[in-house]
């Protein structure tokens, strides 16, 4: 866009509320669009001062349509970064100094980040950065796998996953609310299905265009805020691992503690602001599945019809990979004879997840698992479901 | 965690090679009006004039001031820095400053500074029994408490702007001016009753 052009932009007039209002009392209106579309909408109303794209399949549209927004003035800065590891080093240094950032990835592109990640947790770095997950495996794919997220699990990130994209929609903007909380103020990711999500088009119930969530304060952060032009100018969060010697090591350990903390610090915004790590239907069911993403979608159906059949299912949607809802499943677990985990992976890190909380594991069940891209009929949930009774 | 995580309680170390987060031993933050003691929630009155007794009972009490109240980045910290030598004088206390969270070779002073990277030997060096974390950003806060309680018998008190911190011994939230000096009243109300 011309420089005189994006000059002219007049800044949108949006009225700055807090997280509850815009939440849970803020308008809305009913919008057919695609998961990135949702991503969009959802930046639009986050008031967010920087985004940095680079393409990656199924992520572009969306941080192409990010971009639309520098253009419609929603966004003070927005540029594509030399790659991936690029851009995540630069949503860093952005957050570093205080503003509120977003990017998106996916796929090859996370794994080429990866060491970002870990370093912006170590940074108390409130970064929303969205992946729309793909395959990573060689032969090479760009179908829909979750395979990423388990290479996610410890890098420190607070983790949401979305079934849908009202999920999508709801769960960027407050990721934004939890990351930023003092005694949070941990990175987070929000996790879609490639393609299933990001391509697909559905009803979506949006905020409506007058109002943003209110401004990020950095000075009430737990880190001070990189700022080069008030004192004292170099409040650095310089390493200190450099020495070989027990200080250096107790203190590398007892930061890496406080990382832990933080995410467990979450739980509770996550209670406010999501509803909970989980939602369950159907708590008392004897046979209960337990998945996230868009395997709770295909999980739906399959309960249904295994309801025709006189077969009564229930459903834990873990909306929280981490914190994980330990305490949650392992109240939901105790009643339940068999736990079915179906995945868009092949590691099943799901299964494995729950299998770690749960002392009498042998009932979880790790199936369904589809990967490469392919889809998960319900009818193979549904036999899964039929072992159990046979 | 275990079932005994409930059960743990922040108190005067040393706990051990490395002191686990208190927050991922199940202790929970202070709501608004309320404060915590050795890990267990309490009104902010009771564990204002625990703050109190702690410091007159100490042989050794320093404060530790940090960058958030050595500069004044937010309205009221003037006011809240003032409140807090009334407070040291009250008490008799020092003050050491943490000026900034930086780690430095070969190391610091610690008969004149405390560092959040090993906030133990400012302790050892002055044998500080009791002392005041205030200013202090609350990542450094936090990870300096957890190295006072692994390595130190020194009892840890949090002076928070914020929402508190679950690694002190005794920990204010949400903390002015107003709230430093109801703390000297109580010192002061404590001393003439001796």
Known sequence: MPEAAVNAI??????????????NEAKREKVFITGSEAVKEALRRANVSIAISYP??????????????????????????????AVMS???????????????TGGPGTLRAFEAFPTWSGGRLPIVCAFMTRGINSPLTIQ??????SFMLDTGMLMFHAENSQDVYDMILKAFAVTEQVDVHIPAGVYIDGFFVTHTRGNINIITEDVKLNAYDPYSAPVPVMDMENVPVRQMRDPFVMKSNFISYDAHAAWQLEISAAAERARKYIKKYFGGLIEVENPDAEIMIMTSGTAVSQSRDAIVRAKEEGINVGLVKIKSIRPFPT?????????????????????????????????????????????????MPPEIILAEIRRCVE | MTANVKEYRVVAGPEGYLAPSAAVMGVVLPEKGEALIEGAIVPEEEAINKIAEKLLAANNPVFFPGPSILWAWKDGVLEKA????????????????????????????????INPNHPNLTIWHNKIDACIFVGVHCHYANMALKIVRAGTSCYTIALCGEVGHEDAMISLRDVKATTIDRITEAVKKLKGGA
């Not at chain 1, 990656?56 to 590891?85: K, W």
């Not at chain 1, 890190?349 to 979880?364: L, P």
């Not at chain 2, 407070?87 to 008969?111: E, H, T």
């Open chain 2, 82 to 113: 003032a409140a807090l030598k009334r407070l040291a004088d009250a008490v008799g206390a020092k003050m050491i400053p943490m000026p900034d969270y930086r780690p430095k070779y070969p190391m610091i002073n610690p008969a004149t500074e």
């Open chain 1, 56 to 85: 990656i399949t199924p992520q572009s549209e969306s941080m192409h349509l990010v971009g639309d927004l520098y253009a419609e003035g929603c966004l003070e800065e927005y540029f594509r970064g030399e790659n991936e590891f």
């Open chain 1, 144 to 149: 829909p796998d979750t395979i990423e997220m």
């Open chain 1, 90 to 104: 630069a949503v860093a240094g952005a957050s570093m100094g205080g503003v509120r950032v977003f990017t998106a």
């Open chain 1, 327 to 375: 305490e949650e499943i392992r109240q939901i677990a105790k009643k339940a004879k068999w736990i079915i985990v179906p995945e868009f992976n092949k590691v099943g890190w799901m299964a494995k997840e729950i299998k770690s909380i749960i002392t009498d594991n042998d009932k979880v069940i790790g199936a369904p698992r589809v990967f490469g891209g392919m889809t």
């Open chain 1, 10 to 23: 007049t800044k949108p007039v949006m009225r700055e509320v807090d997280p509850s209002y815009l939440f």
